[in-house]
T-cell receptor, first 109, second 115 residues
Framework: DSGVTQTPKHLITATGQRVTLRCSPR?????VYWYQQSLDQGLQFLIH???????AKGNILERFSAQQFPDLHSELNLSSLELGDSALYFC????????FGPGTRLTVL | EDKVVQSPLSLVVHEGDTVTLNCSYE??????LLWYKQEKKAPTFLFML????IEKKSGRLSSILDKKELSSILNITATQTGDSAIYLC???????????????FGQGTILTVHP
């Protein structure tokens, strides 16, 4: 158990819908990262927040957005969902090296 | 664009064998290289290598960073069936300004250890 929690564990929704994924970092970690893992693309970095501020952006679509709240939990919002958005979404937190949460499996039908 | 390439893509060995996994990278503003093990769930952290720590060892696993060759190896000795997993290499680089934290992952090496 890495200490990073993510909810929900699984999510099934339809195309065009919007979902919110939630992440709580390890106690004391100020940084939160979001990743997408799909079979064809591997693990892709999406975005990094540090103490509430966006620090780095990777291959994140404009339909996706994230934020980190004062209590340091983070949410990843995915809108206008497409079939290709089906993937595992991981959150990681760090003080130095990154520790991953268990992931949210998103299925878009 | 930052790039991380791992080889081989897949490896099948017998228990007791020693394996070497390779990772090469091309990134701008390198900060660190990390190795992760992924079984059926989330990646689990193994090692982080930086300019000030180019060799790490933990039990049967060890890793070396070659900053000149822009590569790293992960060695596993006396492999066990529990070592079967996907091994991911990632490089941390500067994302912009003074901010680090952008990880670029390789495609992974699938290791299968047969009894």
């Amino acid at each position: 158990d890495s200490g990073v929690t993510q909810t929900p564990k699984h999510l099934i929704t339809a195309t065009g819908q919007r979902v919110t994924l939630r992440c709580s970092p390890r106690s004391g970690d100020l940084s939160v990262y979001w990743y997408q893992q799909s079979l064809d693309q591997g693990l892709q970095f999406l975005i990094h927040y540090y103490n509430g501020e966006e620090r780095a952006k990777g291959n994140i679509l404009e339909r996706f957005s994230a934020q980190q709240f004062p209590d340091l939990h983070s949410e990843l919002n995915l809108s206008s969902l497409e079939l290709g958005d089906s993937a595992l979404y991981f959150c990681a937190s760090s003080s130095n090296e990154q520790f991953f949460g268990p992931g949210t499996r998103l299925t878009v039908l | 664009e930052d790039k991380v390439v791992q080889s081989p893509l897949s490896l099948v060995v017998h228990e007791g064998d020693t394996v070497t996994l390779n990772c090469s990278y091309e990134v701008t503003n390198f900060r660190s290289l990390l190795w992760y093990k992924q079984e059926k769930k989330a990646p689990t952290f193994l090692f982080m290598l930086t300019s000030s720590g180019i060799e790490k060892k933990s039990g049967r696993l060890s890793s070396i960073l070659d900053k000149k060759e822009l590569s790293s190896i992960l060695n596993i000795t006396a492999t066990q069936t529990g070592d079967s997993a996907i091994y991911l290499c990632a490089v941390e680089a500067k994302a912009g300004g003074t901010s680090y934290g952008k990880l670029t992952f390789g495609q992974g090496t699938i290791l299968t250890v047969h009894p």
